[in-house]
């Protein structure tokens, strides 16, 4: 999870006046407790500029803008672990989705190559040195379903198993067809996320063929409890700060309006000082009339 | 009425049940009020109260009357007892993600699991979200004590600091 500073363009004008004398303020509530792979640069940026916006007047001012920077970050972090979190359990659905539709002879060729790998593999990892060149070959001519190939790989493959024992009992043809079509499932949703638009197309095509939808997957991913306990957990850690970050910006609200106040009573002292009330005697003029 | 049997009866059972009883369960025990020290007034600490003095101080301005700095002082307790508490928080999060399989370890020894070893291969480690919503859920009991003291130091500081 990572923060990354966006530059906008309608950015508050950040004060550069008496930088010490606010850093010194600042420091005093310590230094932003950002985790691993948060950006200390947007954070110190966010801080900058509601600064600059509330242009505080006393520590207390800073206190609470210490608070709100701090909260509002913490809110931040909730809404994108949350939001992180159900994109990539969608992505996971996807993938166990995909992996399940392409277990049909209408999709091998898309996995043709990764199945010819996988036991390209097996067979140089298990065949006697010598053997390891036309494993390749092998693999390859089994991939493309020539029978005699597809029977000489099973007989290796048993004999790998009858050696093996219990570790070997992935060593099956099914299996490692298996992976391969797991294999390109998990390629596949990366191509997706990508936005390349053989992969999106595709996706498309088997979600629709299935009448579901990336939502619809998210939405059954929710129904396993484990789950839907953890987003409930992070929501309710969003609500907490969130309350807590407004808090604070009523605590900013009150506190202007108690200043506004006082300085409303302290300007009309000075002007009740400086003006005195002038008395009105009768015009001359007017006694002459 | 209770008898005189009984109650000596009674006291002499609370005796018998009173407390962890081995050497390491009375140090345990011994520890409890200091695991994350949380519990304990700020002023308690020589560094933090030097820190709430100045604080103080500086909330107060130079030429406070003794009723103004000792509101100052209060607010500025709640206020470094508030930074403690977020960063006991912080450092438990942390130091979780930098290494959440300690936790897991810990947590299937307490369990007297067969063997942690082999149930951590079994269970491949979360990665990204999935490691941080882990270890959410693995605190929750942590982080609820924790949310109770930021809770009650906020409200001190906000009974403090009201006009």
């Keep these: 999870m990572s923060f990354v500073s966006r530059k906008s363009k309608n950015k508050t004008k950040v004060g550069t006046t008496s930088v010490s004398g606010q850093a010194q303020r600042l420091a005093q509530f310590g230094p932003p407790l950002l985790l691993e792979g948060e950006d200390a ?17 006393d520590i207390i001012d800073d206190m609470f803008i210490a608070d709100v920077v701090s909260l509002e970050w913490e809110v931040l972090r909730w809404r994108r672990l949350k939001l992180n979190l159900i994109r990539t359990r969608g992505l996971k659905a996807l993938e166990s989705f995909l992996a399940k539709k392409l277990d049909c002879d209408l999709y091998y060729d898309l996995y043709s190559e990764h199945f010819a790998a996988d036991l390209t593999k097996i067979l140089q990892d298990n065949l006697p040195q010598d053997e390891a060149d036309p494993a390749q070959t092998l693999a390859c001519r089994c991939a493309q379903a020539e029978a005699d190939a597809v029977d000489k790989v099973n007989e290796i493959l048993r004999s790998i198993r009858r050696n093996m024992g219990f570790e070997g009992y992935a060593l099956d043809m099914n299996q490692i067809l298996h992976r391969a079509q797991a294999h390109k499932a998990e390629e596949l949703v990366q191509e997706y996320v990508r936005g390349e638009p053989d992969a999106v197309t595709l996706v498309h095509e088997l979600l629709s063929g299935a009448g579901v939808s990336m939502d619809a997957l998210v939405a059954d991913e929710l129904q396993n409890r484990d789950y839907l306990d953890c987003i409930e957990r992070i929501d309710r850690l969003t609500t907490i700060a969130e309350n807590r970050r407004n808090a604070s910006l009523r605590e900013i609200d009150r506190r202007r309006v108690v200043l506004g106040q006082a300085l409303r009573r302290g300007v009309q002292e000075i002007e009740d000082a400086e003006f005195k009330v002038i008395q009105t005697t009768p015009s001359k003029r007017k006694d002459a009339a | 009425m209770t008898s005189k049997s009984k109650i000596k009866a009674n006291r002499a059972n609370a005796r018998a ?22 519990s304990l007034p700020v002023c308690s600490n020589p560094a933090l109260s030097e820190e709430v003095e100045t604080l103080a101080r500086e909330i107060a301005g130079p030429d406070a009357n003794a009723e103004t700095q000792d509101l100052a002082r209060q607010v500025a307790e709640a206020q470094i007892d508030l930074r403690r508490v977020r960063y006991a928080r912080h450092k438990l999060l942390s130091d979780a993600l930098a290494d959440p399989w300690q936790e ?11 063997n942690p070893p082999v149930l951590m291969a079994l269970n491949p480690t979360p990665q990204g979200p999935h490691k941080f919503a882990t270890i959410l859920s693995q605190q929750a009991k942590q982080l609820l004590a924790m949310d109770r003291y930021e809770r009650r130091a906020l409200t001190k500081r906000s009974r403090t600091n009201s006009p």
Excluded: M, Y
Excluded at chain 1, 41 to 56: K, N, Q, S, T, W
Excluded at chain 2, 20 to 37: D, I, K, S
């Design chain 2, 104 to 114: 897991v370890l810990r947590s299937l020894l307490r369990k007297n699991a067969p």
């Design chain 2, 17 to 38: 049940s009173t407390g962890p009883r081995t050497v390491q369960g009375r140090a345990r025990a011994a520890r409890n009020a200091l695991r994350h020290t949380l």
């Design chain 1, 41 to 57: 640069a947007a954070c110190d940026e966010f801080l900058a500029r509601i600064r600059a916006a509330v242009d505080p007047v």
